[in-house]
């Protein structure tokens, strides 16, 4: 893999998708941190559907709060881990309303010192809400990474570092969301879809399926 070719997949990937997007459904920096929390080891699919049930009613920390964690159970009881995020989010709108007067923070250490929220998270939202060109790697892009030889690395931090310094500067903006579609839909686990894939030629993965 050279820079040349990284270059011709990422143009390629934009010309597919001009403007890509998370999945999550949020209308603020807030609802996408909650939603962000709640999608560990759960589909978009379903976040999607218990957040359109949860934010009409509680969408700011304090309503939130207002709901306890009893109540927030109730919303959130088809998502998996639900307990353990309905702990963390409540401890993060108290965190939130205590020190960040109810906003969500746009820097990478004050984000990661909410409960519940990771590296991998905080990535996100400095991505998506604020705009900052970072990477949060997940287990679709560290496949895609790994697999394609974009970047591989033997754990996420190594791929995300590798991915901040290989991706060309205007690409990395978007460069998180095409990665995680193109792991989600294409380049897929069990049996990835190289035939109908737009990167096939660059790619270098060696057990190419037709």
Not at 36 to 53: E, M, R
């Amino acid at each position: 893999m050279n820079p040349v070719k990284r270059r011709e997949i990422f143009t390629r990937l934009k010309n597919e998708n001009p403007h890509p997007a998370t999945e999550l459904q949020y209308s603020t920096p807030f609802e996408l941190l909650i939603a962000v929390v709640l999608s560990a080891q759960s589909t978009d699919k379903g976040v999607n559907k218990a957040t359109a049930k949860l934010f009409p009613v509680a969408n700011t920390p304090q309503t939130i709060l207002n709901l306890g964690e009893a109540g927030l159970k109730k919303y959130i009881q088809t998502i998996g881990l639900y307990h353990s995020k309905a702990k963390h989010i409540i401890q993060t709108c108290a965190l939130l309303l205590e020190k960040h007067q109810g906003n969500v923070p746009d820097d990478q250490q004050a984000l990661e010192a909410l409960p519940g929220v990771g590296r991998k998270t905080a990535n996100v939202i400095r991505n998506t809400a604020f705009g900052h060109p970072t990477i949060a790697v997940d287990t679709h892009i560290f496949r895609v990474a790994n697999r394609t030889k974009i970047a591989p690395g033997k754990n996420v931090l190594e791929v995300e570092k590798k991915l901040l310094k290989f991706i060309p500067e205007e690409f990395k903006l978007d460069a998180h969301h095409w990665l995680i579609l193109h792991g989600r839909y294409v380049c897929v686990a069990r049996k990835p879809r190289c035939g109908a894939c737009v990167i096939e030629d660059l790619c270098e993965f060696k057990d190419k399926t037709d």
